[in-house]
């Protein structure tokens, strides 16, 4: 995601989700069939693609906020968006977003995939990856 469209989380936000240029390429990516990503992104822009657009989106590298509390990863809340807009969140395998240590195994990253399943359903997750870091 870039700053000027959307919140990411790492500074404080400036359009509460997205700006009104953000919103028109959300909508511009609807209109062309592009798959929009919301790894990245601040919840409060997780909240606002998921309730503007038009198709469902993915999470091409997140992981469950209530197992881990790293700003990258999806709050409950917002796993049930995922379930009611058919999108999907693809679980992360990078450690700090998975334990919030240096450290994770393919325990945690399958304890992440079951409490997506337990919230949003087992249509709305799936492998995301990010390896790059892990151990």
């Not at 469209?5 to 390429?25: A, C, E, I, Q, R």
Request: hydrophobic content about 40%; charged content about 20%; some cysteine.
């Amino acid at each position: 995601a870039d700053n000027w469209l959307v919140d990411t989380g790492d500074d404080p936000p400036l359009h509460n989700g997205l700006s009104s240029f953000g919103k028109m390429v959300l909508a511009e990516m609807n209109r062309l069939g592009m798959i929009v990503d919301l790894a990245h992104v601040s919840v409060e822009t997780m909240k606002a693609v998921l309730s503007l657009s038009k198709a469902p989106v993915i999470f091409s590298h997140s992981s469950a906020f209530s197992l881990c509390q790293n700003r990258r990863n999806v709050p409950d809340d917002v796993l049930k968006m995922v379930a009611s807009t058919d999108s999907l969140v693809m679980i992360n395998f990078y450690n700090n977003y998975v334990t919030c240590r240096d450290t994770a195994t393919l325990a945690d990253v399958a304890d992440h995939m079951d409490h997506v399943k337990k919230v949003a359903g087992a249509q709305y997750v799936g492998f995301g990856g990010d390896y790059d870091g892990v151990t």
